[in-house]
Nanobody, 121 residues
């Protein structure tokens, strides 16, 4: 399984970025996907997730600003980030796994290498 993120970069506060995640070699046809982030010195945070039924979940810190979506045909996940704040600065990771595994164990097996998002004030 390969999970590759793209779209990170440097943006001013108030700006927008769109992250993409391309997955290949998946052993199953349906799966849950999401985005995590981790800033230096901080704990890893679940940002947004999307399940096989299309239901989404967001961290309180990004609700109303970030939108997670997916293109099932292209096996691609997106994270549209608007009204970015300096506190959003972090390495963003795309994750995925079979939804049964996620619901049973509360974690995702497959992770990308991450894409850096830096928001300047």
């Amino acid at each position: 399984v390969q999970v590759v993120e793209s779209g990170g970069g440097l943006v001013q506060a108030g700006g927008s970025l769109r992250l993409s995640c391309a997955a290949s070699g998946l052993p199953y046809s349906t799966y849950c996907m999401g985005w995590f982030r981790q800033a230096p010195g901080k704990e890893r945070e679940q940002v947004a997730t999307i399940a096989d039924d299309g239901s989404t979940n967001y961290a309180d810190s990004v609700k109303g600003r970030f939108t997670i979506s997916q293109d099932n045909a292209k096996k691609t996940l997106y994270l549209q980030m608007n009204s970015l704040k300096p506190d959003d600065t972090a390495m963003y990771y795309c994750v995925l796994d079979h939804c049964t595994n996620v619901r049973w164990y509360g974690e995702y097996k497959f992770w990308g290498q991450g894409t850096q998002v830096t928001v300047s004030s």
